[in-house]
């Protein structure tokens, strides 16, 4: 597996844990980190001792807390809709995948990193996982196609609720 600088990967027992490693940003993503992301699950996908991927964060306080605001807060509108499509792909990819990926949520799991654990095939939570997608309450569309996995994973009417 390939050497990473926001992300970790390690392979045991046929099971593939990639770690997103920024826990000094509660995890955010931003556009290294979702590079990475997709370059291990390409990865993963070619290599036959991978039966299953888990999806987590480093530390106690995160899961994924979303975009790295303090990184996209500069760039222009159309960088900005450049790092939505790309978040939508890369999770689309996620969904996909042929190999099972299960998320385990240690923490808060907010805006893009809600998304990411729907994306996933399974999700797993602590005691202290936090879900939501707060960035509805400042009338901002989750950008990774949360607003499509929500309604099919929980029943249509229900999400709104729990935001």
């Not at 996620?94 to 729907?118: F, H, R, T």
């Amino acid at each position: 597996m390939e050497d990473y600088a926001t992300i970790k990967v390690e392979v045991a027992e046929n099971i593939m844990t990639l770690t997103i490693n920024r826990p000094d940003k509660m995890n955010a993503l931003n556009f290294a980190t979702l590079g990475e992301i997709e370059s291990a699950f390409k990865e993963a996908a070619t290599q036959k001792e991978v039966k299953g991927i888990i999806v987590t964060g480093a530390g106690e306080k995160a899961f994924v807390a979303g975009a790295d605001i303090s990184e996209i807060a500069g760039v222009k509108e159309s960088e900005a809709y450049e790092f939505s499509k790309n978040g939508q792909r890369i999770f689309a990819v996620i969904e996909a995948s042929a190999k099972p990926v299960v998320a385990a949520v240690n923490g808060y799991a907010l805006g893009g990193g809600c998304e990411l654990a729907m994306a996933c095939h399974m999700r797993l939570a602590s005691e202290n996982a936090k879900f939501g997608l707060p960035e509805v309450t400042l009338g901002i569309i989750p950008g990774y196609g949360g607003t499509q996995r929500l309604t099919q994973l929980v029943a249509r009417g229900k999400p709104w609720r729990l935001c």
